[in-house]
């Protein structure tokens, strides 16, 4: 994700939390960004590309040297983080299962990069499988048991994922910092999470380590976000493209600002556009078409969202957009059973709380309160602090008549607007 942020690819819209006051201050300035939309040329795909032709034609000519698999593997893997085209993903397994077979799974780096591309392809039980290979194996275990934690905390195998975290202590260590930001942060307690965030960077900035720093000032981005430090989140952004001007993740982050925090959807689709000329992936449509929903134009967020589908059925996605289609069907009582079929695969591919809050979700968007109930009190209470799961909590309740245990949730809510986006306030407020 980058380690973590896999998710994203894989993770699609920004979450932060806000006041509920629809009228403030300015944050951005397009001056600070623009000159970061239309960037001619990427150095660091042009260079990836040119690694690809160098390392492919060195192997052509000694196909026994199956070291250049990982070379290509890796420079496959970077136009799929710039680009976002699967293709690069699914090449980049490609040529990591063949290195792999070569070496009869024996080389535990080679085991740990196919875990880390099953992750991102949302592959996660496969991912734990070759983990436990990799520990099996014994070599450079540390960087082992920070794959475990990353594995684990996907699964919702929390027990497993803090003993993992526990086994690689070291509070002067950059890979551990961000994970004991990660974990603090699925605990609910976000504040321990930013401290420990801040110390991951300033390690990175000691040693000037770009990637690093790409890394912590964009999470730092989310986290600052989702405390409602909606300023500090935005100038991290875009300390983030000072560094890398092509890091379309940050892009991203500040298109949220300016279409949840400042309202301004002209704006918003200008730069969703930029950042999809480059780096095309189905989530923009979905963010314009909630944009075009909140303007009250129709036709504009039916054509988004159905070019989401389209795009969706051209690619290869496999899982990794299984939670956006989910919660698209479920919305509309029509296609809600697609929404549970869906959930289904997702509890049994990855049984967290979110995916239980879509098989509960799904439920009571077929009609069936007592059963969406049943669920959401045995797998996602207490289990997730995500706003829309709390939404999705709260209208469960309401369904139920359980009035008493929605007050709380809609006094939480309203704190947290800037996450859910300007499409659910008129919602939260009818709770």
């Known amino acids: 994700m980058k380690t973590l942020k896999i998710i994203p690819f894989l993770v699609f ?6 006041g509920c006051e629809t009228k403030s201050k300015q944050i951005t300035n397009k001056e600070d960004y623009t000159k970061y939309l239309n960037i001619k040329g990427n150095k660091s795909l042009t260079f990836a590309r040119n690694e690809i032709d160098f390392w492919q034609k060195k192997f052509d000519a000694a196909p026994n040297q199956i070291s250049y698999l990982s070379q290509l593997a890796s420079n496959y893997s970077t136009i799929f983080e710039y680009t976002g085209d699967v293709k690069n993903l699914y090449k980049t397994e490609e040529l990591l299962t063949k290195s ?3 070496y009869d799974y024996s080389r535990v780096s080679t085991v740990r990069s196919l875990a880390r591309n099953y992750i991102s392809q949302h592959r996660f039980k496969e991912a734990l499988a070759l983990a436990n290979k990799a520990l099996a194996i014994g070599e450079g275990r540390k960087e082992t048991i920070k794959l475990l934690f990353d594995v684990q905390m996907e699964l919702g195998n929390y027990p497993e994922a803090v003993k993992n975290l526990n086994a690689i202590r070291d509070m002067n260590d950059f890979d551990y910092l961000i994970r004991l930001a990660k974990w603090n942060d699925h605990k609910g307690d976000l504040k321990t999470a930013i401290t420990f965030m801040e110390k991951a960077r300033d390690i990175a900035e000691k040693y000037d380590n770009k990637a690093l720093k790409v890394w912590s000032y964009s999470n730092l981005g989310d986290f600052y976000g989702h405390a409602g430090r909606i300023q500090d989140s935005y100038d991290s952004f875009l300390k983030t493209l000072v560094i890398d001007p092509n890091y379309s993740y940050a892009l991203k ?13 002209t704006e918003a689709t200008r730069i969703i556009d930029a950042i999809a000329a480059t780096h095309n992936t189905p989530d923009f449509y979905l963010l314009k078409s909630q944009i075009a929903q909140f303007e009250g134009n129709k036709s504009e967020e039916i054509k988004n969202r159905n070019a989401y589908f389209s795009m969706m059925e051209n690619n290869n996605y496999g899982a990794m957009y299984n939670k956006y289609s989910a919660l698209i069907y479920a919305d509309d009582k029509q296609t809600a059973q697609k929404a549970l079929e869906i959930a289904k695969i997702e509890v049994d591919h990855r049984p967290t709380a979110d995916s239980y809050d879509l098989l509960a979700w799904s439920y009571l968007n077929l009609g069936e309160n007592k059963k969406a109930l049943e669920i959401a009190q045995r797998y996602v209470v207490g289990q997730s602090f995500e706003p829309k799961v709390q939404y999705h909590l709260a209208m ?15 006094e939480e809510l309203l704190s947290s607007l800037y996450e859910l986006g300007p499409n659910l306030e008129k919602k939260v407020n009818q709770l």
């Open 396 to 410: 469960i309740y309401k369904s139920n008549k359980e009035m008493d245990k929605v007050q709380p949730i809609k």
């Open 253 to 265: 982050g500040i298109a949220w600002i300016v279409f949840s925090k400042e309202r301004n959807t």
């Open 100 to 102: 792999n077979e070569a």
């Open 13 to 18: 819209t920004i979450l932060f939390i806000f």
